[in-house]
């Protein structure tokens, strides 16, 4: 019994906040609580087979099912608030009470006696009992079950299988589209510039600088720009000389006696060697030192 | 050993999951409290296996819970399609017979 009254306040807590989260993921990683501890009960109700099964298919089957669609759907559809139906949510939430009361008052008056226990049916081992069940008395719903288990399985597969309407696009065809993008639209025909690449950080998320020292938006990820989370380029690259003073020593002086800073950010158009778009800041600091090595 | 409290946690959690049925309007958070209702269900079930010393409650839990599957299967696909022709996993967008 101590068990059930260590687990009975978690599962009701973990239940009533399946109801009050408002992000569906959590509401299935309560939902798990209440399942891994309602196996716990199975194992004290003398039930060691349940307790198994509701671990390999409940915990790991069915809430993986919940969570693999919860990532295809869009973890973060979470609920509306809007009532459709005026006064619904306090009708159902008044109703479901009633139902609880109803529930706890009747069952409480129950006197059910002593338990007999399961010490004698599962003498001969758990499973065992479990098995001679199930393969005489309930051999027919075991069978039906079959049935029921491939029809589920062919809904699923009727269901989730989408119809081709158009032929699928060779690399062909993309090509050709390309080309075309870039003679109606004017759409650049080569690969994206990369990200931004710096010496102190370097992340996907900072989009690269252009020559004139603005930020390439087409360099980073429109996923990234979609959640918020670009960090801002022209910040990284401002504090370059505050870094450099930082860090002292050679390359510093090397540098300012070679070129003033203002002028390195042009100076990589000048210079022969081909600009990269994705590499603003490193082109900008190599080039200081590269003039600054021809000038010595 | 007492069974009527093990009985009664499953009401709670009955009671928990219908309202979280007819409240919620995330269609997948309602499919999660139709399973914490058959969780329920099943919780019962065992406990008065024990309560009457015969393993048929065990065999109807285990029943229970191969239907649960299949339901969960069945049920979330169709909650896939849904997903994909209306962009929105939400019961009151479903409401087409409505009109």
């Known amino acids: 019994m101590t068990a059930f009254w260590i687990l009975a306040p978690i599962m009701t807590i973990a239940a009533l906040g399946i109801l009050f989260v408002r992000k569906a993921v959590h509401a299935a990683l309560l939902l798990a609580v209440v399942m891994i501890s309602l196996a716990m009960l199975y194992a004290a109700l003398d039930a060691p087979f349940l307790f198994a099964v509701q671990i390999i298919v409940y915990t790991g089957a069915i809430l993986m099912l919940f969570l693999f669609v919860l990532m295809l759907v869009g973890v973060d559809a979470s609920d509306s608030v809007v009532e459709t139906i005026r006064g619904q949510r306090l009708l159902a939430m008044l109703g479901g009470l009633a139902l609880g009361v109803l529930l706890i008052v009747g069952l409480g008056q129950v006197s059910l006696g002593t338990a007999v226990g399961l010490d004698r049916a599962n003498s001969a081992g758990n499973i065992q009992a479990l098995a001679n ?22 809904g699923a597969m009727v269901l989730a299988h989408r119809e081709r309407l158009t032929p699928r696009p060779q690399q062909s065809d993309l090509a050709a589209r390309r080309v075309r993008d870039y003679q109606e639209k004017g759409t650049h025909l080569g690969p994206l510039p990369a990200p931004g690449v710096y010496a102190r950080h370097n992340a996907v998320d900072t989009p690269a600088l252009l020559p004139d020292g603005t930020p390439a938006e087409s360099s980073v990820s429109r996923v990234l720009v979609a959640r918020g989370t670009i960090r801002s380029a022209p910040a990284f690259a401002d504090d370059i000389d505050e870094i450099e003073a930082q860090m002292g020593g050679m390359a510093h002086a090397g540098r300012d006696a070679a070129v003033p800073a203002t002028t390195t950010e042009q100076a990589p158009a000048t210079l022969s060697q081909p600009t990269r778009t994705g590499a603003g800041v490193t082109t900008r600091a190599t080039t200081g030192d590269q003039t600054g090595g021809g000038d010595e | 050993m007492n069974v009527v409290a093990y009985v009664v946690l499953s009401g709670i959690l009955f009671t928990i999951g219908c309202i979280g049925v007819l409240t919620r309007r995330n269609a997948i958070v309602v499919f999660m409290c139709v399973e ?64």
């Open chain 1, 133 to 154: 069940l199930l393969f005489s008395r309930y051999v027919f719903a075991f069978e039906v079950t079959s049935a029921l288990l491939i029809t589920a399985a062919v």
């Open chain 2, 36 to 99: 914490l209702m058959l969780n329920a269900s099943n919780l019962a079930l065992v406990a008065f296996s024990r309560q009457h010393g015969n393993l048929d409650g065990q065999v109807a839990a285990f029943f229970v819970m191969v239907v649960a599957a299949a339901e969960v299967v069945v049920g979330l696909a169709i909650i896939m399609t849904i997903f994909r022709t209306r962009r929105s996993a939400s019961v009151d967008d479903a409401s087409l017979l409505k009109y």
